[in-house]
């Protein structure tokens, strides 16, 4: 299972770490992405670290502003959240991946946590 914690209220410009506890597998296989939702909006894929060659994928939105990383030893996953905007609130996922490097494709992602509420406003 994945569980998600680390959001909350935060003012633009404000910073956010969120975490991702895994268990039940290893995170030395499976690529594991972030994915947010904001109402009455489709899911979209923020950002994904690969295990295949240790690369990772942002989307445009948050490119410069929010950081992926891993740490194997604490089965955790983070997604460092910087430069905060109110176009940033929305309830954030992670998820696991069929694959070890982010594919583009959200159906490939068949693990998913219950969320952590991300909401940025003055």
């Known amino acids: 299972q994945l569980v998600e914690s680390g959001g909350g209220f935060v003012q633009p410009g404000g910073s956010l770490r969120l975490s991702c506890v895994v268990s039940g597998f290893s995170l030395d296989y499976y690529a594991i992405a972030w994915f947010r939702q904001a109402p009455g909006k489709e899911r979209e894929a923020v950002s994904c670290?690969?295990?295949?060659?240790?690369?990772?994928y942002y989307t445009d939105a948050v490119k410069g502003r929010f950081t992926i990383s891993r740490d194997n030893a604490k089965n955790t996953v983070y997604l460092q959240m910087d430069s905060l905007k109110p176009e940033d609130t929305a309830v954030y996922y992670c998820?696991?991946?069929?694959?070890?490097?982010?594919?583009?494709?959200?159906?490939?992602?068949?693990?998913w946590g219950q969320g952590t509420q991300v909401t940025v406003s003055s």
């Open positions: 998820a696991k991946s069929t694959y070890s490097y982010w594919s583009g494709d959200p159906s490939d992602f068949t693990l």
């Open positions: 670290i690969n295990i295949s060659d240790g690369g990772a």
